[in-house]
């Protein structure tokens, strides 16, 4: 105030260069009641303001392009005198136009021009950042009320003050949404507005991210049915619908017959197809036709298509429905005792079918997994049953389910034993994964992404397969078929510890000198000088017939076959898009055939040993099973799944030994950028050793593909001589030579 009072003594004596004018271009940018805001050019200037009523406030100095003036007085005129100060001195003086301030019950006037600047996706979520602009009305007020409502549920408002630019933004606006923006000019002396509005739609997550993993998928467009009639008042109905240019994970399908006695019909298919059949069903004179689809990202809303059945033979059929009703009626007459007993014979039938699932007639003894898939959940609340596509045909009804003891746990997660019963007390044994108690919203959402992955993967001899899923206590389950011998890597360290056992009770059998056996010192036991090969092997003959008598042997055709099944199921997998991202020998599952499935493809990690896993968040990484690429840029493909493969392969080479023994979880990654891999195991061939070792080449592309490596192994099963590439003869010879130590990588 003291520097603005010296000024403007030395613009009283006339200290003023002459020849200089200010060019400030003043401008009213708002006004109000009692408040003005003026623009200019940039610059550092004196301002000196008056009334109409001629009062002149102290002069004030502004440096930019902006000034606001308060505590105005109500419908009056003010004029400003900008000096512009440079270094050369005060130039001469512009003086603005009149302005004046609201009278006090004025009302302003609409804004003009209220537009949407621009909408983007905030941080890779759902929600939606937006920048609105709008023109001021002729009597450019400051002060503004903004609205924004959107499917009437959620309501938002804000005051705009002495704006400087007349724009504003909002966020937490949802994708695919109806919304509703109002601004208002406001006169804050007596509250009065004038208010303009904006209505605009959000477009679809898939419009912004293109991306199904992310996004659910849009609705399905081009869905049509038609009816072909068979025989015997029976038709198939065939669903089709157009192809899309991002395919779902997989579509299901209900119809609906429009009869009280009728079920609904559900299937699910692949997302790769477009069509359906329903065979043989018994239609009435209307059904409903109901698809949606599912992806990692979620479900679509439903589409729905009612279809008639006009033809001559729906008429045959109404026709015979009620003449069977009429003659139903008229023995009803004779027959009302005998009738009630089958009316409550029947309905008690009903009530069951309504609650549980319809079985096919199962073998106790032999149930196919096949034969379980076809089980069809109906719910047992009443008030669900109308509900579109609530079930499909991988959900169970919880009370044919029954939980026995815990097959595995971990941190979030529970995998119990359980039996599965149709209403013919048929039972099939199964396992059953769930979530411990008060799990959080992530763990839930993963374990729904797991069912999903599986309800897309569809059937195969090497693929654990699912069977279905329910809710049990407020709880979802996941229901997938049981392996009776557990995984793989247990499996085979198990025979290999009863293959040591047996040998070191057979010591004294074992005592070899230095003219019939002997281990070069300088190798470190891993090669062999054999002096009396035909002596040894026939010692070693007679401790491997003592091993089949006491225990489960496996042949080295028979490891290689375990290697051909994991490759084969690998390329079913890989050819339907689905990246494994933990293949091992622990998520191999053995069955009592020896046929060996893969489990665990689904997201949720958390029943692993700790020393396997290096944290990044709150995930757990195998990271001795992971390419370099997923270590240093968490990049999952199939051609990261075939790396894993090659560390599985030599896990069933080494009958389930640890990888790189004796390197800790910490230094892996340093050694595999420095070029280090495992070397070949002392049982393995070279020629076996080649496919391992070509899954750990850096470049992903470079890799086999899991079609190539089943042909690989395939050649080296033609042979009919698996002891030519696998030699299980040299883990007994390797144990010798730890003293009846039992190895430490299989710890």
Known sequence: MKRAWILAMIIQTKLIVDDEYTEANVTLH??????????????????????????????????????????????????????NLTHEGIWRPEVSDWFFTYPA?????????????????????????????????????????????????????????????????????????????????????????????????????????????????????????????RYQGLYDVWVHWNKTELEPDNYT????????????????????????????????LQYEVEILAESLGGRSSVVTIIKSLDDEYATVSKFYRELIIGIVMSFTLFAIIWMTYLQHYKQKNNKFAMECTSFENLNQKDVSIESIKKLLYQSCDGETNNMPLMNDNFELCPKLLKLKGILGSGAYGIVRLGSLQDQYDNVTTVAVKMLKDNPSVENLQNFQKEIMI?????????????????????????????????????????????????????????????????????????????????????????????????????????LLNFARQIATGMEFLSLNRIVHRDLAARNILVCADKIVKISDFG????????????????????????????????IYTTHSDVWSFGILLWEIVTMGALPYPGIPTKAILKILKSGYRMERPISCSVELYNIMFSCWTVRPQSRPMFTQLKESIDKLLCQRSGNKYLNMDEILYDTQEQHGKPNSNHS
């Open 30 to 83: 708002c006004t109000g009641g009692n408040l003005m805001m003026i623009n200019f050019n940039p610059g550092f200037y004196l301002i000196e303001q008056s009334s109409s009523n001629y009062t002149r406030n102290p002069p004030k100095l502004v440096k930019g392009n902006m000034a606001t003036f308060t505590n105005l007085t109500a419908n009056t005129n003010y004029q400003y005198r900008l000096y």
């Open 105 to 229: 019950d004025y009302q302003p006037l609409p804004v003009k021009n209220l537009s949407l600047y621009k909408i983007e996706p905030y941080k890779k979520t759902h929600d939606l950042h937006a920048e609105f602009v709008f023109e001021p009305a002729i009597d450019r007020s400051c002060s503004y009320h903004v609205v924004t409502w959107n499917r009437g549920t959620n309501l938002l408002h804000f005051e705009i003050d002495r704006p400087t630019h007349f724009q504003f933004n909002l966020d937490c606006l949802k994708m695919d949404q109806n919304n509703s923006v109002f601004i208002k000019s406001v006169n804050k002396q007596n509250k009065k507005e004038s208010e303009a509005l904006i209505m605009f739609c959000t477009l679809t997550c898939l419009e912004y991210y293109n991306d199904l993993t992310f996004c659910p998928p849009e609705p399905v467009e081009g869905l049509r049915a038609e009816h072909i009639y």
């Open 253 to 284: 399908i209900q119809i609906d017959l429009y009869r009280s006695d009728t079920k609904h019909y559900v299937k699910s298919v692949s997302g790769n197809t477009t069509e359906v059949c329903f065979e043989r069903l018994k239609l009435g």
């Open 454 to 558: 599986m309800k897309a993967v569809g059937q195969h001899p090497n693929i654990v397969s699912l069977i279905g899923c329910c809710i049990l206590d407020n709880k979802p389950v996941l229901v997938v078929e049981y392996c009776c011998k557990g995984d793989l890597q247990t499996y085979l360290r198990t025979i290999w510890q009863n293959m040591v056992s047996v040998a070191f009770n057979h010591k004294a059998r074992f005592k070899f000198d230095g003219d019939s056996f002997s281990i070069s010192k300088n190798s470190g036991g891993k090669e062999h000088n054999y002096q009396n090969v035909h002596l040894i092997t026939n010692r070693l003959y007679d401790v491997q017939q003592d091993i089949a008598q006491y225990t489960e042997t496996v042949t080295a055709n028979g």
């Open 603 to 634: 997201l949720s990690r958390d029943v692993y040993q700790e020393n396997l896993y290096r944290k990044q968040g709150n995930d757990k990484l195998p990271v001795k099973w992971m390419a370099i690429e997923s270590l240093t840029h968490q």
